[in-house]
């Protein structure tokens, strides 16, 4: 069998793969992204419309190997890791990762995992070795076999909010660069509170933010939960 046999058969996935087509036909979500996270921390992946769902669960989709390395060049024109002759990857559905988008409830969004290609002469369907979120999960698994404990994180965010200039372009931050200065943090509440609002409806945990020393900067952190 294998890897990615092993892990679309796994005990109780079924179950997890209904559930979510039952949340689909109760939500309207007509339209969903298989997201994964590129060795860069891009999101990327494909959108497919929702009525496929349970198809792609099982069978999963196909991107060309290089999307894990942002289809990055070098400085010879050369594609990072994997050549434009490279078969495809194939991405299956965490089940337990679909969420309904809160900015647009007609999105839902879905994390996968990536294997080599079933067609691959060697290792056809094995685990990725580019799968940033494969590899963690492998890693934690030896972890919690090894010393019954489990990895947890937590983030701290930090980003500018800026204006647009008459160009179109950024000019400037929205805020002054007033370190920890309640006035910039109202400035900023109508942003924030959105943020948060929308972070709460994903399963994210908002325990505190700031404003710090630059113009347009605010920072929201999440409490720490399981690495994955």
Known sequence: MTDLEAHVTQPGREDLVKQVSEKIKETGVDYIYY?????TGRIVGK???SAHWERLADKGFQLVYGSTANLFV???GNY???GPE???LVGIPDPETFCQLPWDKRVGRVFCTLFRNREERENPGGALTSDCRGNLRRIHNAFQEKHGL???CGTEPEMMWLKRGEDGKPNGGVTKP????IDQFEELRPTFMKVIEYSQQMGLDIIQGDHEDAPGQLELNTQFDDVL
Do not use: A
């Not at 997201?35 to 060795?39: G, L, M, N």
């Open 150 to 152: 489990d990895m947890r």
């Open 47 to 49: 959108g497919i419309p």
């Open 86 to 88: 490279s078969s495809e």
């Open 178 to 181: 007033n370190c920890y200065h």
């Open 74 to 76: 070098d400085r010879h």
């Open 80 to 82: 990072i890791g994997y």
């Open 35 to 39: 997201q994964f996270v590129s060795v």
